[in-house]
């Protein structure tokens, strides 16, 4: 079975530009959540998303914005991209959401870089 | 905001030892999770020990919560250069909008060395 998928894998941008993420979940997953890994630090949440309404919203400010599509897959925006939006983005997916809580799934990952 | 932090930040060993990883968190959890990273790559879930669990394992991984001192350890037994990666912590809290989120903390840097 495929697992998480993200594209691209890389990305270079500049100062001031916007960038979309794309990401598949697990087959029969719905719900998605976005995670920002800056370097040497651990992974830190954006948002999440099942069945295309937001379930919670990380402490990033409204220039990441994201949205889930009927299929479940997802995109991330970001807006006015900042040196500091320099990062490993990961995507995970999971069964549910709420309740006591289940794995999560991630996908390889986009790095982005900003110059 | 990371969660908490885990001890040490980082680890070598021999191949063939016993590994152990702490971690410490701060709030209420649904549940804790560790996952293992391969050189900034994505993260592999390993093992999910929920609040009410004390002890679980899944083949050479051995994981403890104490929900009162609000910690957890992971021991990987019998490790294997291979084994060697960054390893989180995670804990899974209620979000907000009803969801689940993952709140990692800061990894402990594993070396298996043959």
């Known amino acids: 079975d495929a697992g998480v998928t993200q594209s691209p894998t890389h990305l270079i941008k500049t100062r001031g530009q916007h960038v979309t993420l794309r990401c598949s979940p697990i087959?029969?997953?719905?719900?998605v959540s976005w995670y920002q890994q800056v370097l040497g630090q651990g992974p830190q949440f954006i948002f999440q998303?099942?069945?295309?309404?937001?379930?919670g919203r990380g402490n990033f400010p409204d220039r990441f914005s994201a949205r889930q599509f009927p299929n479940y897959s997802s995109e991330l925006n970001v807006n006015a991209l900042l040196l500091g939006d320099s990062a490993l983005y990961l995507c995970?997916?999971?069964?549910?959401?709420?309740?006591?809580?289940?794995?999560?799934?991630f996908g390889p990952g986009t790095r982005l870089t900003v110059t | 905001s990371q969660q908490g932090e885990e001890d040490p930040q980082a680890l070598s060993i021999q191949e063939g030892e016993n590994a152990t990883m702490n971690c410490s968190y701060k709030?209420?959890?649904?549940?804790l999770q560790w996952y293992r990273q391969n050189s900034g790559r994505g993260l592999v879930h390993l093992i999910l020990?929920?609040?009410?669990?004390r002890e679980k394992h899944s083949g050479r991984l051995r994981v403890t919560l104490d929900t009162s001192k609000k910690s957890s350890s992971l021991l990987i037994t019998a490790s294997r250069a291979a084994d060697t990666a960054s390893y989180f912590c995670?804990?899974?809290?209620?979000?907000?909008?009803?969801?689940?989120?993952?709140?990692f903390g800061t990894g402990t840097q594993l070396k298996v060395e043959l």
């Open positions: 995970a997916s999971s069964t549910t959401s709420g309740g006591p809580g289940r794995a999560q799934y």
């Open positions: 087959s029969g997953h719905k719900s």
């Open positions: 998303y099942y069945e295309k309404e937001e379930r």
């Open positions: 709030t209420s959890i649904n549940n």
């Open positions: 020990i929920r609040s009410n669990e």
């Open positions: 995670a804990t899974d809290e209620s979000g907000s909008g009803g969801g689940n989120k993952l709140t």
